[in-house]
């Protein structure tokens, strides 16, 4: 039991601190986020392409959702401004 949660906990931290999700496609290259503003405005962040948003606007909400089963974006969950919005 205790050699079967090491190894969860150990695939964990290899999935989120490096890049082989990347490798193995389990990530895409370029990840698309939509959120809707307080003025009922649709705005659209491509981190990879450097088009980010401030997410200090006041009522930004994000039309996604989490996928908590991915536990290779734990560690982006937790850190990541995007995932402390409330979404729709």
């Known amino acids: 039991m205790k050699s079967i949660m090491l190894t969860f906990l150990l695939t964990i931290?290899?999935?989120?601190?490096?890049?082989?999700?990347?490798?193995?496609g389990l990530r895409p290259t370029i990840e698309v986020y939509h959120?809707?503003?307080?003025?009922?405005?649709e705005i659209t962040e491509i981190p990879a392409?450097?088009?980010r948003i401030d997410?200090?606007?006041p009522g930004?909400?994000?039309?996604?959702?989490?996928?908590i089963w991915?536990?290779?974006?734990?560690?982006?969950?937790?850190?990541?401004?995007r995932?402390?919005?409330d979404s729709l």
């Not at 290899?14 to 193995?24: A, R, T, V």
């Not at 991915?70 to 401004?81: C, D, F, G, N, S």
């Open 55 to 57: 997410f200090t606007q």
């Open 35 to 41: 959120y809707t503003a307080l003025t009922g405005n």
């Open 83 to 85: 995932w402390q919005l």
């Open 13 to 24: 931290l290899i999935l989120n601190f490096s890049p082989l999700p990347q490798f193995i």
């Open 70 to 81: 991915k536990v290779w974006l734990w560690r982006e969950y937790l850190t990541h401004p």
């Open 49 to 51: 392409k450097g088009k």
């Open 60 to 67: 930004l909400r994000r039309n996604f959702e989490k996928k």
